[in-house]
């Protein structure tokens, strides 16, 4: 079964930290781009972070958490990470992982270059 699942999520108050994984099954995920989105109450999902395949480990980042999120993958666990720090509380929002739709080194900032999404986990963070 090819699957996503999202962990990590929380409440943590305005410039903490928390770090989200997410699992990866039954797909060659090395060969894809992996990417986190968020989506908060009343708001379209917006890109956050992606990271593309082994051999090269680009990555692209939304300019509003540029310097503050780090995406990064564990090959050997078949994880994508996402860390976040000095969180503020635009940062509130639901937290999605997804694989690109088609293998390759791409980087994809748009939902629909997605096709394997997370249930998502939920992120709040308090003033």
């Known amino acids: 079964q090819v699957q996503l699942v999202e962990s990590g999520g929380g409440l943590v108050q305005a410039g903490g930290s928390l770090r989200l994984s997410c699992a990866a099954s039954?797909?060659?995920?090395?060969?894809?781009?992996m990417g986190w989105f968020r989506q908060a109450p009343g708001k379209e999902r917006e890109f956050v972070a992606t990271?593309?395949?082994?051999?090269?480990?680009?990555?692209s980042y939304a300019d509003s958490v540029k310097g503050r999120f780090t995406i990064s993958r564990d090959y050997a666990n078949n994880t994508v990470n996402l860390q976040m720090n000095s969180l503020k509380p635009g940062d509130t929002a639901v937290y999605y992982c997804?694989?690109?739709?088609?293998?390759?080194?791409?980087?994809?900032?748009?939902?629909?270059?997605?096709?394997?999404w997370g249930q998502g986990t939920q992120v709040t963070v308090s003033s």
């Open positions: 997804a694989c690109a739709a088609r293998p390759g080194s791409e980087i994809y900032s748009r939902s629909n270059d997605y096709d394997l």
């Open positions: 039954g797909r060659t995920f090395s060969s894809y781009s």
């Open positions: 990271i593309i395949w082994r051999w090269s480990g680009r990555t």
